[in-house]
């Protein structure tokens, strides 16, 4: 019933900047947190950054001081400001919903985008 989806990647210059969106659509009354994992060729998924519904913050030490997570509530949409990109940060990215409450009762548990590719070379 709900679909996350993901905008914004690309290919990029080290040092270069990116911004992700991922926009929620359905029958939704509200989200709890949201997270960006990002996964790099060969490598496993990862939590990059995390959101609370009150703007609380949290992100993986390889990210923090470049990257910045943020999100509009009205339009169940959370973004990822990327900064300072390195090639190391050559991955599917993905945006994630542990918990949406779609009715009174009823929710909707760990929901995925399809993922973004992003690049960084030169």
């Known amino acids: 019933q709900v679909q996350l989806v993901e905008s914004g990647g690309g290919l990029v210059q080290p040092g270069g900047a990116l911004r992700l969106s991922c926009a929620a659509s359905?029958?939704?009354?509200?989200?709890?947190?949201m997270n960006w994992y990002r996964q790099p060729p060969g490598k496993q998924r990862e939590l990059v950054a995390t959101i609370t519904s009150g703007g609380s913050t949290n992100y993986a030490d390889s990210v923090k001081g470049r990257f910045t997570i943020s999100r509009d509530n009205a339009k169940n949409t959370v973004y990822l400001q990327m900064n300072s990109l390195k090639p190391e940060d050559t991955a599917v990215y993905y945006c994630?919903?542990?918990?949406?409450?779609?009715?009174?009762?009823?929710?909707?548990?760990?929901?995925w985008g399809q993922g973004t590719q992003v690049t960084v070379s030169s």
């Open positions: 359905g029958n939704i009354f509200s989200i709890d947190a």
């Open positions: 994630n919903a542990p918990l949406i409450r779609i009715g009174m009762w009823s929710y909707e548990y760990d929901s």
